[in-house]
Structure formats: structure tokens, C-alpha cells
């Protein structure tokens, strides 16, 4: 009974382990809204709007200015009090317009020498001279507060 048991088992592992694995989930997205208008972007939409690079603690990201995103997503950045960042576990991190209005406040998608690390990606914010808590990592929205 044990053998026929065991034998059992060891079946089924091996038909598990042949079995098709699961396809990947979407593409990632970042949402962008305010209180009128939400756009989602993956990777690619941010690439398509021009890339520009920024060095933080030794580090050179790749990715778009958030002045960028938000005039592509129809906000107009000069009329907002501020801009949260919003990143997978619920972290959120507020600029105020000196911040989200730099020109080397970008939201990465990418670095210089290839794909943000698992720890940052999908999109990360990175503003060069500021605190770690400024920098969110795995971000996925971003909402502009009129």
C-alpha cells in the first residue's frame, strides 16, 4: 500500500511538472488620473513618449518626465496643488509642484544598462536630489490633485 501510495505521488509530481505552464499576466500599467480624466500606460506608451535619463545615487534610470505623462494624459500640470505617487503595497509619496515640476522628476520604466531590477519594476519615480521615501518603487498610479 506505502509503494502503491508513493508511487502515486511521484506520478503525479512528474505530470505537474510537464504540465504547460500558466501564460504571463498583461503587460504591467501605470495608472494616470486626476478628477475628470484615467489613462493607463504600459512600458512601451511611456517609451513612445521619449526617453530621457537621470543619474540617483550611481544609478542611471531611463524614463519619461512626469510633466511629460501628465500633459500626455491631458493634465495640465501648471493647475495642480500637487501629485501623489502610488506604489503596489499602497505607499504613497505627494509632491508638491516644485518637485513634480522638475525637469529631472521622471517616471522610470527601464535603466540605462538594461530592466529595473525586480525590486523597482514595473515604473519607478525618481527625483535625483531627494529621499529615498520620494522614490517609490513598483508604482502604479499617479493622481494629480487639482
Do not use: H, W
Amino acid at each position: 500500500m506505502k509503494r502503491f501510495l508513493l508511487f502515486g505521488l511521484i506520478f503525479a509530481l512528474a505530470l505537474a511538472a510537464c504540465a504547460p505552464k500558466a501564460q504571463e499576466s498583461a503587460a504591467a500599467v501605470l495608472k494616470v488620473s486626476d478628477d475628470t480624466v484615467e489613462r493607463t500606460y504600459t512600458a512601451d506608451d511611456l517609451k513612445a513618449l521619449g526617453a530621457v535619463q537621470v543619474t540617483a545615487n550611481d544609478v542611471t534610470y531611463v524614463g519619461v518626465t512626469l510633466t511629460t505623462l501628465l500633459a500626455d494624459a491631458g493634465i495640465d500640470a501648471s493647475s495642480l496643488t500637487a501629485v501623489k505617487a502610488v506604489a503596489s503595497d499602497g505607499f504613497t509619496a505627494n509632491y508638491e509642484a516644485s518637485l513634480y515640476g522638475a525637469e529631472d522628476t521622471i517616471v522610470a520604466y527601464a535603466l540605462v544598462d538594461g530592466p529595473l531590477g525586480v525590486e523597482d519594476a514595473p515604473f519607478r519615480m525618481v527625483l535625483p536630489n531627494e529621499g529615498g521615501k520620494l522614490n517609490p518603487r513598483q508604482l502604479t498610479e499617479i493622481i494629480a490633485i487639482p
